[in-house]
C-alpha cells in the first residue's frame, strides 16, 4: 500500500513538473508584450496639476532609438533651474504620467525632468519590452538628445520597479548618468522569474516544485533572439561600474521582494544606500512615507550635484 502511495504522489509531481515546465513556454513571449496603458484624461488632468503647482514649463520629447523606434514622453523644466536633470522612468504595464509624483517635488527644487514612456509602452514605438536589453541603449540616447538641446551639468535617473531595473542597468554603460533612485529592482530577470512561478507568494515553490515553469519561460524568451534574458540583470551592472545608488524596497512586496534590493546592494561596487521601508508594497514606497521619500532623494542628488 506504501509503495502504491509513494507512486502515485511521485507520478503526480512528475506530471506537475511536466505541466509546469508546458506553462512557462507558452507565457515566455507574453513577457516581451505586456499590456499597454495609454494615457488616460484623468492621468493628463494630473500632469496639469503638477505644471501648473510648479509653474513648470511642458514639452513633447521624442528619441529616436538606435533600432528606429520612436520613444516619447515629456520634457518640463522651472523658470530658475539647476542645470540638473533626473529622467524618470515608470513601471511595466504603466506609462510617463505614473512619475508625475516624483515630478511634483523635483520641479520644486530646480530639477529639470523628462518623463519618457519605455520601449513598446504608453505611446513609444517598439515591438517588445525587453526588460533592461535594449532599453538601456534607449537611455544613452535619450540623454544625448537632451544633451543636444539643453545645458546639462548633471544626468541622474529615477525608476520604479522595470524602470529601477533599466536605470541600474543603463548607469552601469553610460558613464554620462552620476546617480540612480531604484525603487523595487529586480536583481536579475531570471530570479524574478521564481517569484512568478511561485504565484509571487512563494520563491521556494517557484525554485522547486514549479521551476520548470521559470526555466522554460527564459528559455522561450532566449530563442526569440528579441532578448538574451541572461544578461537582463542589474546586479551585473552594479558589479561593471561604482556609480552611486540608493535603494529602495518595501517589506509588503510580494511582485519583486527586498531579496532583490539585498542582492544588488551587496554587488554594488559604488556608494549604496538601501532603504526599507515598513509596511509597503510594491511601487509605493511613496505613497507609505512621502515626506521622508522626498527628503532622501532631494538630499542624494543634492549631495552629487555639489
Not at 526569440?224 to 551585473?236: C, G, L, R, S
Request: glycine share 8%.
Amino acid at each position: 500500500m506504501m509503495r502504491r502511495i509513494a507512486l502515485i504522489l511521485c507520478s503526480l509531481v512528475i506530471a506537475c513538473l511536466i505541466v509546469s515546465a508546458f506553462v512557462g513556454h507558452q507565457i515566455g513571449p507574453s513577457l516581451l508584450h505586456p499590456a499597454k496603458r495609454p494615457l488616460d484624461a484623468a492621468q493628463l488632468a494630473y500632469v496639469g496639476e503638477v505644471v501648473s503647482e510648479t509653474r513648470a514649463t511642458r514639452s513633447d520629447f521624442e528619441v529616436r532609438a538606435t533600432d528606429g523606434a520612436i520613444l516619447r514622453g515629456w520634457k518640463m523644466k522651472t523658470a530658475a533651474p539647476n542645470e540638473s536633470w533626473v529622467l524618470l522612468l515608470h513601471g511595466v504595464g504603466d506609462n510617463r504620467a505614473g512619475t508625475a509624483t516624483f515630478a511634483r517635488f523635483l520641479l520644486p527644487a530646480g530639477y529639470g525632468v523628462l518623463m519618457m514612456d519605455s520601449r513598446a509602452q504608453g505611446v513609444s514605438g517598439g515591438d517588445a519590452v525587453t526588460y533592461g536589453w535594449l532599453e538601456r541603449r534607449d537611455i544613452s540616447q535619450i540623454i544625448s538628445t537632451l544633451k543636444a538641446s539643453e545645458t546639462v551639468q548633471h544626468v541622474f535617473v529615477l525608476g520604479i520597479s522595470m524602470g529601477a531595473a533599466i536605470a541600474l542597468q543603463a548607469a552601469g554603460s553610460d558613464t554620462r548618468i552620476e546617480g540612480v533612485v531604484a525603487e523595487d529592482p529586480l536583481a536579475s530577470l531570471r530570479e524574478v522569474a521564481y517569484d512568478y512561478a511561485g504565484f509571487q507568494r512563494s520563491v521556494f515553490l517557484g525554485k522547486t516544485l514549479f521551476r520548470p515553469a521559470a526555466i522554460a519561460a527564459i528559455r522561450t524568451l532566449a530563442a526569440t533572439q528579441q532578448i538574451d534574458p541572461y544578461q537582463v540583470a542589474p546586479e551585473y551592472s552594479v558589479a561593471q561600474r561604482g556609480f552611486p545608488i540608493l535603494l529602495i524596497c518595501g517589506t509588503e512586496d510580494q511582485t519583486i521582494p527586498c531579496r532583490h534590493a539585498d542582492s544588488i546592494f551587496a554587488a554594488a561596487e559604488g556608494p549604496k544606500q538601501l532603504w526599507i521601508v515598513k509596511g509597503a508594497a510594491h511601487a509605493s514606497a511613496y505613497g507609505k512615507a512621502p515626506t521622508e521619500y522626498k527628503l532622501r532623494v532631494l538630499e542624494f542628488f543634492g549631495d552629487l550635484s555639489h
